[in-house]
């Protein structure tokens, strides 16, 4: 697949975000974040976009359901098991889209078959041959993985391979599930199924590789150069364990090495970043500073020395443009002074498109903050409108907030909450005035999730600076995240906990939090 007039060839890029990103401890989230991802990811380009595994829960279902509704720019992909009934279920939350793709898969190692599916290889042949006939009455997109790829015998998985092709998959997936591949050895097991699979030419053959020993991008791109055309990965690499490849180094490598690697992908490099901060935001998982692309410290230099040549010649340490990835040099930095007009531009240049409403918030907020804040920055804005987008549907809300805590007395929150647009109030002491805040918290909506996570970090330099706090629950083997951002650390405290609060409640589904109080 080439572009007109190119000579690279087109590799596929394949987001798993929704799907073994999400699968992450820790990373759930709701159908609404997950339509805004998938947003973002048809916006930035993404070939296909894997929304969820349909038959794991209702609520996958419907967040595939919702985005095969809403994509058209992205193949949408469901994933599903060597079952009939998972693979009905993929088809049906499928439906709605434009251009859909099963994906179903079976573990093709001796370990795995031995122990997990408990199936002879033969068996495990048979059943390759009748999952992927099963998908192939739902759609000609087919495609078939072989779990545990790399750990397989490679005779028994060429077998599979030809089967799977022979049965109508269109894409064959080579997973390193456990991240354990080497990158010259991976190389050389798509070679070795490039010659021995004899109908291989009638698939794309696709990689996705684990991050566990840190070399899931260099067995991706060592894979390409081996012949896969398709590669599988996530916004800021995350996924099972230590993740799966960073989509964000991926398409930066090929892009930035196109001396060395004479491919393409249709990525639009310069929403890189709007798709990092939003699965960050969503997530609660901060990327950490040193992140490859889209860490804070990516593109800063702090060196005399480097500032020195950097000032001189950008390319004398920087091997990337920030803007070619969505990074842009604040041409504009606000303050109190500052307009709606300019503070649309920004939002605009930061890849925000709010409608007026959202904006009106966003509007009301930005002046409060630069109200305390004498310079208003892009991470503070970013901050600021995440956290606008995520209170929009809320239905527990903070109206007033009073702690008293220093030395000699016992912190104390007093609080007022709205409850379904009711207003609720508490008072609670605690250990610490973070403690005293939740515990009115839950004195108003009585629950009894766990906070296992409970975390603070400055959006910029200064006393001034905005802290983001997130913040973990779990329930019943749920869990959510929350994140919150204001100069004022109590306030971000107690807007996290109830963002997360929130999702809590709409995964808890028809329960309302009145009834909560009983
Ligand atoms: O890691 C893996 O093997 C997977 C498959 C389901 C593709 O995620
Ligand atoms: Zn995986």
Known sequence: MNRPGSDRERIIIFDTTLRDGEQSPGASMTIDEKIRVAEVLERMGVDVIEAGFPIASEGDFKAVREIAKRIRGSVVCGLARASAADIDRAGEALEPAERKRVHTFIATSPLHMRVKLQMEPEEVLERVRDSVTRARRWTDDVEWSAEDASRSDRDFLCRCIEIAIDAGA?????????????????????????????NIDRAVISVHCHNDLGLAVANSLRAIEAGARQVECTINGIGERAGNAALEEIVMAIRTRADLLPFETGIRTTEIMSASRLVSAITGFQVQ????????????????IHQDGVLKDAQ??????????????????LGKHSGRHAFRKKLEELGYKLGDNALNEAFVRFKQ?????????????????????????QRVRLAELRVECGTGIR????????????????????????????????????????????QIHAVTEGTDAQAVVTVRLEENG????????????????ARAYLAALNKLLTKRGKTAPAALTA
Do not use: C, W
Not at 293 to 304: D, L, Q
Not at 316 to 333: A, W
Not at 478 to 493: C, E, F, K, N
């Open 478 to 493: 749920r869990t959510v995240h929350g994140q919150s951002a204001d100069t004022d650390t109590l306030v971000a405290s």
């Open 411 to 454: 912190p104390r929150a007093r609080m007022v909450l709205e409850v379904d647009g009711e207003r609720r109030e508490a008072a609670a002491t605690g250990d610490g005035p973070v403690d005293a805040t939740f515990k009115a918290i839950r004195a108003i909506v009585p629950h009894e999730a766990e906070l296992p996570l409970f």
């Open 369 to 393: 903050l630069a109200d305390k804040k004498k310079e208003v920055y892009d991470e503070d804005i970013v901050a600021l409108v995440d956290d606008e987008i995520q209170a929009a549907d």
């Open 316 to 333: 004398t340490y920087e091997i990337m443009r920030p803007e070619d990835v969505g990074l842009v040099k604040s041409s504009l930095v």
């Open 170 to 198: 269109t894409t064959v997936n080579i997973p390193d599930t456990v991240g354990y591949a080497y990158p010259e050895e991976f190389a050389d097991l798509i070679r070795h199924i490039r010659d021995r699979v004899p």
């Open 289 to 304: 500073p040193n992140k490859a692309i889209v860490g804070a410290n990516a593109f800063a230099h702090e060196s005399g």
